[in-house]
T-cell receptor, first 115, second 115 residues
Framework: KQEVTQIPAALSVPEGENLVLNCSFT??????LQWFRQDPGKGLTSLLL?????REQTSGRLNASLDKSSGRSTLYIAASQPGDSATYLCAVKGFRETSGSRLTFGEGTQLTVNP | EPEVTQTPSHQVTQMGQEVILRCVPISNHLYFYWYRQILGQKVEFLVSFYNNEISEKSEIFDDQFSVERPDGSNFTLKIRSTKLEDSAMYFC?????????????FGEGSRLTVL
């Protein structure tokens, strides 16, 4: 059964700092990995999707990497802003034959960027 | 930008009552999902739906739950006899494909409170 863990659980940084959020998963047989942002009481906003054959994806100030063999992904946020404050969720999609085609989510990292 | 819409945003019901949560997926998407998030816990997969049938369901999705696509635009989740432990945020999601490129887009959620 796929297990996804995110470290740290919470992070508080001053504005302008570069930061890294970590995600690890136990079963490397994945289709893809998706990073989401969740604001309090709101839905999930997709940030980046990395296919299993890819090593990284970039969108603006965000860069996500994937090391499937070691079961790890990182989300790098450059020049953080107060508007980046949210919970960041990592989710992996497994193969149907093993863990199914469902997304398995981590607990999230709650990020606070202080002005 | 196309988005997944969900109604109602919040529903309060008495234990044992039936509840229907509604979703309008993105129009050209073919795969539909329901996930839920109990307060303070991880987002959990409930069910996926493709080609007018359930393609996968989790252990949570028991006989009390059902899904339907009654017309070309709506996708519903019905809980027949709600329990206290069904209180959660329910998220609908859709994707264009089920493959490794299938990015999931989520709605804002329907908060269900069972009294």
């Amino acid at each position: 059964k796929q297990e996804v863990t995110q470290i740290p659980a919470a992070l508080s940084v001053p504005e302008g700092e570069n930061l890294v959020l970590n995600c690890s998963f136990t079963d490397s047989a994945i289709y893809n990995l998706q990073w989401f942002r969740q604001d309090p009481g709101k839905g999930l906003t997709s940030l980046l999707l990395i296919q299993s054959s890819q090593r990284e994806q970039t969108s603006g100030r965000l860069n996500a990497s994937l090391d499937k063999s070691s079961g790890r992904s990182t989300l790098y946020i450059a020049a953080s802003q107060p508007g980046d404050s949210a919970t960041y969720l990592c989710a992996v999609k497994g193969f149907r034959e093993t863990s199914g085609s469902r997304l398995t989510f981590g607990e999230g990292t709650q990020l606070t960027v202080n002005p | 930008e196309p988005e997944v819409t969900q109604t109602p945003s919040h529903q309060v019901t008495q234990m044992g009552q039936e509840v229907i949560l509604r979703c309008v997926p993105i129009s050209n998407h073919l795969y539909f999902y329901w996930y839920r998030q109990i307060l303070g816990q991880k987002v959990e997969f409930l069910v996926s739906f493709y080609n007018n049938e359930i393609s996968e369901k989790s252990e949570i999705f028991d006989d009390q739950f059902s899904v339907e696509r009654p017309d070309g635009s709506n996708f519903t989740l019905k809980i027949r006899s709600t329990k206290l432990e069904d209180s959660a945020m329910y998220f609908c999601a859709s994707s264009k494909t089920g493959s490794s490129t299938g990015e999931l887009f989520f709605g804002e959620g329907s908060r269900l409170t069972v009294l």
